[in-house]
């Protein structure tokens, strides 16, 4: 307990360096990519981007696929994904909550992760898109 | 798309029944490249019939038997406005729905074949007892499933050649004894399941419970041919024209619904011979190769379990070769070359 006790305020700010890292070139590399909630106010480990037109459900199998895992709204109990009331109750309006993900970082996240989460989602969010301008 | 097993990757949605968690087995056998997927279509009380918190378990696991991945797509919105809300307008306006055809038209060959393809998916696969038969000229029909009394085309029959070319139905291909065999064989969690019956969004009191909170219920009264009033009722959503039971009317002999109409609230009933019709009109018309044009020598199915009966296409006049009782408006009409369906439409 100790040595995580220690540990924290490192881990934090570590975290915390990471999940910007990823927010940020996810932003830099995706138009009409918005970040939800204020770095400052949530949890170091809390990434959460949308994809204008992108139905986050959608991207969630595409990056299970690619070996990202990701998540959206809130689970209920039959696994399936319920719209957030967080999201709502934030001002976000509804279409941008349902092309929302979160990416969530900890203890054991390393850049690597970063990198591979960077290669693989602006590939996969274009891909929707186009698929999704196609039909 | 060609049909080759060969890495061709298959979107399966897996209800949580029997057929559907054998179709997933027997293509994973058949070489494809299976993902399963289970609808979340309905939010409210019920849970019960398909589709309920219990059966995505149920295929959950079963994906996890045969080592496939699985998601739950979260369509209750859809669902709501594609399927549950039309189906109580028709009530209300004195026609009778299908809502199990309106899922499949805008869900599951909507909306999911829609996603499987935005994810790079060749083929969508369910476990509908109905057979796609691919010729060597490219073309894509839909015939009957082997086991008649199992046979579902009807509740597919708005597929159109863009559809058909990305499905797959592997258990059309088997009587349903053969499916719950291959079940028991691969030792499957859903192979001694209960077939589910009822529409999947109806609670426990029944649809008359379910439209009385959802829909205006206005009464009216119940007249004879004549047009001479013999009873009262509740509200035209509990009547389908040719409903038997439960008018609430004494008289001599057997009386059916003959008509409802919603604008003034009456229901008329009749003898069976006042049902009778030589020809019906049907809208929204489609075929499933495509091509619009008068068709001969067809056999016409009006209900999901309903015995053929020999009919013409002529516009969206279909004419008998003998009368038949009248289709209740709103219910699906599906049209048949010896097995192979040719299209279908909505009766007026």
Not at chain 2, 50 to 70: F, Y
Not at chain 2, 97 to 120: I, Q
Request: aromatic share 4%; charged share 25%; hydrophobic share 40%.
């Amino acid at each position: 307990l100790r040595a995580t006790c220690d540990a924290r305020d490192a881990d934090t700010a570590r975290i915390a360096a990471l999940r910007d890292r990823l927010v940020d070139g996810l932003r830099a590399a995706i138009p009409d990519t918005f970040e939800n909630g204020d770095r400052s106010a949530k949890v170091a480990g809390n990434a959460h981007v949308g994809f204008t037109g992108v139905e986050a459900e959608t991207l969630l199998v595409a990056l299970d696929q690619a070996g990202v895992c990701a998540a959206a709204g809130s689970s209920c109990s039959s696994g399936a994904t319920e719209p957030s009331h967080v999201l709502a109750a934030m001002g976000l309006a509804h279409g941008d909550a349902l092309s929302s993900i979160r990416l969530s970082l900890g203890y054991a996240s390393t850049s690597a992760d970063v990198d591979v989460a960077l290669e693989v989602i602006p590939g996969a969010v274009t891909r929707l898109r186009r698929a999704g301008a196609a039909a | 798309v060609s049909v080759t097993p060969e890495s061709a990757r298959v979107l399966v949605a897996m209800s949580g029944g029997v057929d559907s968690s054998v179709a997933a087995a027997l293509l994973l056998e058949q070489g494809y490249d299976v993902t399963g997927v289970t609808l979340k279509l309905w939010g409210g009380e019920s849970d019960s019939g398909c589709c309920s918190v219990s059966d995505v378990e149920d295929a959950r696991r079963v994906a996890a038997q045969l080592g496939i991945p699985h998601y739950v797509f979260n369509f209750t919105e859809e669902f709501d406005t594609a399927v549950v809300a039309p189906y109580v307008d028709a009530y209300a306006d004195g026609r009778t729905p299908n809502p199990c055809v309106e899922c499949n038209r805008s869900l599951k060959f909507g909306r999911l074949l829609e996603r499987a393809e935005t994810l790079g998916f060749d083929f969508l696969a369910t476990g509908h007892h109905a057979r796609v038969e691919r010729a060597t000229d490219g073309s894509v029909r839909l015939r009957r499933g082997v086991d008649a009394a199992k046979d579902q085309s009807y509740v597919l029959y708005m597929l159109g050649p863009r559809e058909l070319a990305r499905t797959l139905l592997p258990v059309g291909e088997l009587t349903k004894a053969e499916v719950r065999a291959h079940a028991v064989r691969l030792g499957l969690r859903t192979a001694s399941k209960p077939e589910s019956m009822d529409v999947c969004f109806i609670t426990r009191g029944g649809r008359e419970e379910f439209l009385a909170g959802r829909a205006h219920v206005r009464a009216g009264a119940i007249v004879d041919t004549q047009g001479a009033t013999v009873g009262a009722h509740a509200g035209v959503a509990n009547f389908t024209v040719g409903q038997r039971r439960g008018l609430g009317v004494a008289v001599g002999e057997r009386r059916y619904v003959v008509d409802v109409d919603a604008a003034t609230a009456t229901v008329t009933i009749g003898r069976r011979d006042d049902l009778l019709r030589d020809t019906m009109e049907l809208r929204d018309v489609v075929f499933t190769d495509g091509r619009v044009s008068p068709r001969c020598a067809l056999t016409a199915q009006v209900r999901a379990h309903g015995e053929p009966v020999a009919a013409a296409l002529d516009g969206t006049t279909l004419c008998f070769d003998a009368p038949q009782p009248r289709v209740a408006p709103g219910q699906v009409v599906a049209l048949y070359d010896d097995d192979r369906l040719v299209g279908g439409g909505i009766a007026t």
